[in-house]
Nanobody, 124 residues
Framework: QVQLVESGGGLVQAGGSLRLSCAAS????????MGWFRQAPGREREFVAA????????YYAASVKGRFTISRDNAKNTVYLQMNSLKPEDTALYYC?????????????????WGQGTQVTVSS
């Protein structure tokens, strides 16, 4: 069973940057498409970004496109989310997830394994 552990969250001022990491253990995520989702208090979990197993294709929510970059290092069994030009509305608990081979990249129901999340707080 794949276990995912996120790290890299924290408190940052608006306009700042953070890099989230998602490390896998108990199995490889090399063959899995991977995604990042986030959930703010009182709101539903939402899609942020995803990447194909090869790393050749990436997908972004409109709200983060141009500011966030998803990448992966299959040799390290790790996925990253570089977040630049952060805004207060980016404040949320960020989760990484491993996707099944079927289903939409944008839908959380298509993801099989989830981490516990890392908190990102952006102050104004």
């Amino acid at each position: 069973q794949v276990q995912l552990v996120e790290s890299g969250g924290g408190l940052v001022q608006a306009g700042g940057s953070l890099r989230l990491s998602c490390a896998a253990s108990g199995g490889t995520v090399t063959g899995y498409p991977m995604g990042w989702f986030r959930q703010a208090p009182g709101r539903e979990r939402e899609f942020v970004a995803a990447i194909a197993w090869s790393g050749n294709s990436t997908y972004y929510a409109a709200s983060v496109k141009g500011r966030f970059t998803i990448s992966r290092d299959n040799a390290k069994n790790t996925v990253y989310l570089q977040m630049n030009s952060l805004k207060p509305e980016d404040t949320a608990l960020y989760y990484c997830a491993a996707k099944r081979l079927w289903g939409s990249y944008y839908s959380d129901s298509a993801y099989e394994y989830w981490g516990q999340g890392t908190q990102v707080t952006v102050s104004s």
